[in-house]
């Protein structure tokens, strides 16, 4: 099995991108992929919040088996470019969590690629970068942060949040504690990873991408030219509503100010308000005088033990007993692939000479 060069060198370090949904993250990752030098994987591997969860301890031959086949039978195989055979004797013959099962898949898509390190992009894996540094410690972490009025909006018209049962969708207030939930914890966890984890706010990079991408270059040591990337663009970076090719009639920034009624915005800015304020967001509208700090608290409080709850569901092992098995069809519903670039056979962007000991072609 070909494998990335490991240790202390970060110009071979796998990269994920991670952060509450609707947060940019797909942007960064496809900015990454369009620079040259990563892997082209046009999928969510979803390996950490989604597969392992539901399969076990992979360490057992049984589930580690059940899910290769569920993976094999997905489209997140569909677009690796992988050989069945191959992917099946590897993983069999080295896989002892969710961490080696991603990178032994990652690593020999970026040997076949010829390319030298790889990047995953999973929003909700934010919630398991413990793990991540447990399984693959040389991972570098990137947070990608988006004001959370602008999020909750999203959120909430997407229907990303199952809400509680007794309702048709989340609403832009629940939305906006979701936010608040996921980059709280998403930082609590960054906070003991030193140099290994940075922030990126979507504002920025929309406004300011070379600044960003210089950032990025040294926390990753890895050239983020703004003009090759513009010239390789894939994903959405080459589509128009993105921060490199502006379209006159979308503005992703500051949403909030047209589309939330000014009740609407008074309590969420009551409810997660300080927190926007922690992350550098001004908060628009003056503490209501007829918000009740209990009302407030309680409904903090309640919310936060919903997802924690239904975090814990995905990860206990004796819920895990009365699941239903996984099967490639519910990993088919739930992930983002994009069959139509990967279709396309793109291959990787124009670069110089890979730098030495870079990750060769794995024989056949």
Known sequence: MAVTKRGSDRRYAPVFVVGSARSGTTLLYDTLLSSGGFALYFGESNIFNFLGPRVGDLRVPENRRRM????????????????RQR???????????????????????ASRQR??????????????????????????????????RDVSISLSEKRYIRPFPWKDRETPEGAALYWQWIVQKGRAAGAALGGDYTEVRFEELVREPQAVLRRLSAFLDHDLDHDRIKRNAVGVVATPNTSFKKNANFNPL?????????????????????????????????????????????????????????LQYKKNRFFRAFRPALTSREVDASVIVDDRVAASGRKMPAWTEPPVGAVQPSTP
Not at 68 to 83: E, H, M, N, P, T
Request: net charge negative.
């Open 68 to 83: 290769l086949d569920v993976w094999l039978g997905s489209r997140l195989f569909a677009v690796s470019g992988l050989d």
């Open 115 to 148: 390319a030298w390190r790889w990047a995953g992009n999973a929003p909700e894996e934010i919630l398991h970068i413990r793990r991540i540094k447990e399984t693959i410690p040389e991972a570098l972490i990137i947070h990608m942060i988006r004001d959370g």
């Open 254 to 310: 500051a949403r909030w100010k047209t589309q939330l009624t000014p009740e609407r915005l008074a309590r969420i800015e009551a409810l997660v308000g300080p927190t926007l304020a922690d992350l550098g967001y001004e908060v628009a509208t003056a503490p209501a005088s007829d918000s009740n700090p209990i009302d407030l608290a309680w409904t903090r409080f309640v919310y936060r033990q919903f997802f924690e709850l239904k």
């Open 87 to 109: 992917v099946e004797e590897i993983i069999d013959d080295g896989c002892q969590n969710a961490g080696d099962f991603l990178r032994i898949i990652m690593d020999e898509i």
